[in-house]
């Protein structure tokens, strides 16, 4: 992690990316014009202003309220259970055997409701 509270612009041509981290974790945007940034610097003190920066960069993962390691903490859970749903959709769509993908179906729907419950 840096121990710097830092925010990056990557320029190449006319278009920019913004990264910052946020508790170990770096957000980054989609590369747009250089014009095509708006970000709001608001808080009471730099502490409040970088993790609203962090939380404008990452897009709405972070969520708008609550403890930034928090939602760092619960966008790494929301991002590992997109990553195990995509893995278990690949291996019901391979598997040959009814029961088998009866089973992975049901593993499947279970991560689903789970990803849902978490917003």
Partial sequence: AIPYKILFILVFGDEAQLWIEASGTFYNTD???????????????LDAVYENLARQISGGRLGTDGDIEEAVDRDKIRQKLERDILTLEKKLLREKQFNKQVELNGELKRLCAKLERMG
Avoid: R
């Avoid at 590369?31 to 003190?45: A, I, R, V, Y």
């Fill in 31 to 45: 590369w747009q014009p250089l014009g095509g940034f708006t970000l709001k610097f608001e808080g009471l003190n």
